[in-house]
């Protein structure tokens, strides 16, 4: 009740402001849903369809039953091997970016010294500098060092370019910690290396999963180092093997569109897990 109410002794009318309803943006947003929904469907219905079946029958058409035959297929092919190598090079991308990172990020935030400022600086220029332009420095590089052809070849130059954005996140999330938190738990003895690992990293736990599913996604779905510095049949990742497949399968559709299923599965699960950290993470590290 306000209080123009209680002295009066008379009951409060709520007041209820309705805004105007957007058709126009509600049915555009519903015309976007379909465009997208659309192609999934279609990506999934006709994997679960046989060649004969594929080519005779509406491709938006359900299977009933369905075949798992393009599946098994692509599995015999060596598949596996392939979705393995791929995990194999984004977790050890994601880790060392992550943990890098974040002490990057802490030392900046923390730290009070002009070079610190400076090397913040150098991780921005970073995300100036794309990824083709330095592909043959590093293809040198990756020579030099004995590494071509190797799962390692994919791994460290996906860590140098996953660093830049993981501080400039991170280190923004790290300023929203006040100081205060810090002053208190070093006054009961902490450490600089407790304070990271106690209070920091707990409370920047949104922009940790957030960097986590950025980089690994960006690995997951990397296709030029792969293509560049990898060349043995058994060192390809999912990227390289949906272009082989495409190849070998030019005329079994639904090998093809199995495969795909089964390299976005993962990208799947890592949304569904961290979507609302993700989404809170993007927002604060690019709205300062």
């Given amino acids: 009740m ?12 709520t007041v209820r402001v309705r805004g105007r309803r957007n058709y ?7 015309i976007w849903l379909v465009i997208i929904i659309v ?7 006709a994997s679960l369809k046989n060649q004969g079946e594929y080519f005779t029958t509406n491709p938006l058409a359900p299977a009933l ?12 092919k060596g598949i596996g091997r392939y979705f393995a190598n791929s995990v194999i090079v984004s977790v050890g991308t994601v880790i060392p970016v992550v943990l890098f990172g974040f002490l990057a990020a802490y030392g900046i935030v923390r730290g009070e010294s002009r070079f610190l400022r400076f090397t913040r600086g150098l ?12 592909i043959i420095p590093v293809y040198l590089i990756i020579i ?7 799962l390692g070849a994919l791994i460290l130059p996906s860590i140098a370019f996953g660093i830049p954005l993981t501080v400039l996140i991170l280190s923004n999330f790290l ?6 938190l810090f002053e208190s738990m070093k006054l009961d003895g902490c450490s600089e290396w407790q304070l990271a690992w106690r209070l920091a990293f707990p409370l920047t736990r949104p922009a940790i999963v957030t960097v986590s599913i950025y980089n690994g996604l960006n690995v997951w779905n990397g296709f030029l180092f792969p293509l560049i510095l990898t060349q043995s049949p058994d060192k390809r990742v999912m990227p390289l093997a949906l272009w082989a497949f495409q190849g070998e399968y030019s005329t079994n559709i639904p090998a093809v569109l199995a495969s795909v299923v089964l390299s976005t599965l993962p990208i799947l699960v890592l949304y569904v897990v961290g979507r609302r950290q993700l989404l809170s993470g993007l927002t604060a590290g690019f709205g300062k």
């Fill in 175 to 180: 300023r929203d910690v006040p100081r205060e």
């Fill in 39 to 45: 192609p999934i469907y279609y990506v999934v219905i």
């Fill in 144 to 150: 030099r060092i004995h590494m071509y052809d190797s």
């Fill in 2 to 13: 306000s209080a123009s109410a209680v002295m009066t002794g008379q009951p409060s009318r």
């Fill in 65 to 76: 039953p369905p075949d798992l035959s393009a599946y098994v297929e692509v599995i015999q």
């Fill in 123 to 134: 991780f921005l220029l970073g995300l100036a500098i794309p990824l083709q332009a330095t």
């Fill in 24 to 30: 126009l943006g509600g049915l555009l947003a519903w």
